[in-house]
Structure formats: structure tokens, C-alpha cells
């Protein structure tokens, strides 16, 4: 399943902590990261796009 919006994220199993967000943070604005890649070809750059803005809302405190 891929989740859609920020509150479908929140709401998963997923413990979406300040240092969770910005581990991967690093990775996901890294275009040249292989894992980066891998996630843009299976997902799409919209996706990709959508999930930093979600992890630089976590990391600035800001939930809906």
C-alpha cells in the first residue's frame, strides 16, 4: 500500500520521529543515492516530492 497524504503516513506503523525524518531526509535529497533512485523508479518524482515535504514537516514539529 502507498500511502497517499501526510495523515495516512501519521497514522501508520511507522515511529516518525525528528531523527527518523531527518535520516532520511539525507538519503531521500540525495538524487545520486541508489536507494533515492530506487524509490523515484518505483514510486515517481511526485511521490518523492511529497515524501521529503512530509519528512521536513516531522522534522519541524508541524502535525495535522
Do not use: P
Not at 6 to 25: G, V, Y
Not at 35 to 63: A, C, D, M, P, V
Amino acid at each position: 500500500m502507498i500511502l497517499q497524504t501526510f495523515n495516512d503516513w501519521t497514522n501508520c506503523k511507522i515511529t516518525l520521529t525528528n531523527e527518523f525524518a531527518e535520516k532520511r531526509l539525507v538519503i531521500y535529497k540525495d538524487n545520486q543515492n541508489i536507494e533515492t533512485q530506487k524509490f523515484i523508479s518505483l514510486y515517481g518524482e511526485q511521490h518523492h516530492s511529497s515524501i521529503i515535504n512530509w519528512l521536513e514537516k516531522i522534522k519541524n514539529n508541524e502535525r495535522y
